[in-house]
């Protein structure tokens, strides 16, 4: 788009002027609902190469200054590039404000996808700051692509009693709006410890899913608080444990998590750990039961680096398979798997 060139605006096609940004009330964000409201790196470096493309829209002047209707982010990158004026068209002042809004919304729904704390952000605003009407705010869930329907409004605008910190976990990590939902409907206190964990262990949509799923269960059955788990001596050992990697910690995060869930089923795997450690003493020789006692396969894994090593230790696995320990780890597996 040329920075001189005419645009369609509400109707009326409207020339595109050369504003001052010490004329434009920076300050204010009436209209804003970009998320997050800092421009990014590359937004900056494009305005530094090739100027600001796409002009803002500014209603005024009222006593000089110009107010944003369209562009918040933009002319904040304008700023950081070392701008000192933006292309901007005028929007006509007595337009109501709620109009003025989906102006914004309609124009950052052709710039780029909303993400869903954007369209949050703008259906509450919609309803709590411009009191718009439900064809005003339907009309806006479509121009964010989404459904018009009241369950659907409800489960979004939920998403505003997030703390800061998860709502911009949520976007950089790209978490469904499903468990999204789920995170804003737990009390600030359990918000706040699921963050701080969150920040040492990084965890996808999937993997935030199976932990909350494991959370809630254990603090039913224990009447407990999710924040109580979250903060609880033993997280806090692994998250801070420096010899493990992110991937390490993540791991055991889950395993400690289904060890609370499933003391019964852990207290049989260490059972049968130890009768596989013990039956089965061969240096360099690992045998282990599959997956949350999952079946009644065990998994024999080993090395060699010669045929000779191989058969010592495929005679030594055979004087393993007479001993009465692994005939009982057998046994407890496929009790297990019969519970």
């Given at each position: ?7 369609e605006c509400n109707g009326s096609v409207a ?237 055991r995060v889950k395993q400690h998590l289904t ?38 396969e065990l998994r024999l894994a080993f090395s ?36």
């Amino acid at each position: 788009m040329s920075n001189g060139a005419g645009k369609e605006c509400n109707g009326s096609v409207a020339a595109f002027e050369q504003i001052p940004l010490e004329r434009i009330d920076r300050g204010q964000a009436r209209f804003a609902f970009a998320f997050p409201r800092e421009p990014d790196e590359a937004l900056i470096a494009s305005v530094k190469e090739l100027g600001l493309v796409v002009p803002v829209a500014l209603q005024g002047p009222c006593a000089g200054r110009y107010r944003i209707v369209c562009g918040h982010r933009r002319i904040a990158a304008s700023e950081a590039a070392g701008l000192r004026e933006v292309p901007a068209r005028p929007v006509d002042r007595n337009l109501p404000e709620h109009t003025l809004f989906l102006l914004n919304v309609l124009e950052n729904a052709a710039l780029r996808p909303a993400n869903d704390m954007e369209r949050a952000l703008a259906l509450h605003r919609l309803v709590s700051d411009f009191k718009a009407d439900d064809t005003v705010v339907f009309s806006g869930m479509g121009r964010l692509g989404l459904e018009p329907s009241q369950k659907i409004l409800a489960r979004y605008t939920r998403l505003v009693r997030l703390s800061p910190a998860l709502q911009r976990y949520i976007v950089s990590h790209g978490i469904s709006i499903r468990v999204s939902t789920r995170l804003a409907g737990l009390p600030l206190e359990d918000q706040a410890a699921l963050s701080s964990l969150l920040t040492a262990v990084s965890l996808g949509g999937n993997a935030l899913r199976e932990l909350l799923d494991l959370a809630e269960e254990i603090a039913l059955r224990d009447g407990i608080g999710l924040r109580r788990i979250f903060s609880e001596s033993p997280l806090a050992a692994i998250i801070g444990d420096t010899r493990r990697t992110v991937t390490q910690k993540r791991e055991r995060v889950k395993q400690h998590l289904t060890e609370m869930r499933y003391p019964i089923l852990t207290a049989r795997r260490d059972e049968i750990l130890a009768l596989l450690k013990k039956g089965c003493a061969v240096p360099g020789v690992s045998l282990t039961p599959p997956p949350y006692l999952e079946g009644r396969e065990l998994r024999l894994a080993f090395s060699f680096q010669s045929v000779a090593e191989l058969r010592e230790k495929l005679v030594r696995l055979e004087g393993a398979s007479l001993r009465v320990e692994l005939e009982k780890a057998l046994a407890l597996l496929a009790m297990e798997e019969e519970a």
